[in-house]
T-cell receptor, first 113, second 116 residues
């Protein structure tokens, strides 16, 4: 069965600094990897995904993520954080096309002005 | 495109009553829909997978008689919380899979259920 680990409950970063939110995964087959963001009392907003191809994936709002097969990681990054990036971030994985998404526990990002 | 709606967005009900939550795919056909539950400050836990025209598949630990799921059409799935208790209070999020777009999974905005 697939699983996702987000080792940090909370990440704090100063506005303008680069940010990284970590994610590692475990699947039996080829991973389909996703990042979502959630604002308070709201649903999930899709940020980016990796299915195949270039290991560096660019997504919405200036976010990007790098797929590293040897380390089974898919860390989310942004070169310069904004206060408005403060939210809850979820990494998710799917083991093939037909299975449902399984989510990590989430990482709360706080960007301080 | 690929919009999923949920209704209601927020509901308060008394203990012992039942409440129905609707999930609709607005601009695509969803043969498969998923229901997730999110506790405060926690992740999304998959409750069940529903396929149009057949019975839902529930995850381990989810009571199928308490959380009734119906997927009667290609654009509508409903979750009914029966005989609700305060511990059922949670944020429920549905998701629909678009087979036409490489099995992408799209999420609704969620429903906040409070049982008093």
């Amino acid at each position: 069965a697939q699983s996702v680990a987000q080792p940090e409950d909370q990440v704090n970063v100063a506005e303008g600094n680069p940010l990284t939110v970590k994610c590692t995964y475990s699947v039996s087959g080829n991973p389909y990897l996703f990042w979502y963001v959630q604002y308070p009392n709201r649903g999930l907003q899709f940020l980016l995904k990796y299915i195949t191809g270039d290991n560096l994936v660019k997504g919405s709002y200036g976010f990007e993520a790098e797929f590293n097969k040897s380390q089974t990681s898919f860390h989310l990054k942004k070169p310069s954080a904004l206060v408005s990036d403060s939210a809850l971030y979820f990494c998710a994985v799917r083991d093939g096309r037909n299975t449902p998404l399984v989510f990590g526990k989430g990482t709360r990002l706080s960007v301080i002005a | 495109g690929a919009v999923v709606s949920q209704h209601p967005s927020r509901v308060i009900c008394k203990s012992g009553t039942s409440v129905k939550i609707e999930c609709r795919s607005l601009d695509f056909q969803a043969t498969t829909m998923f229901w997730y539950r999110q506790f405060p400050k926690q992740s999304l836990m998959l409750m069940a997978t529903s396929n149009e025209g057949s019975k839902a598949t529930y995850e381990q630990g989810v009571e199928k008689d308490k959380f009734l799921i119906n997927h009667a059409s290609l654009t509508l799935s409903t979750l009914t919380v029966t005989s609700a208790h305060p511990e059922d209070s949670s944020f429920y999020i549905c998701s629909a899979r678009d087979v036409g777009r490489s099995y992408e999974q799209y999420f609704g905005p969620g429903t906040r259920l409070t049982v008093t």
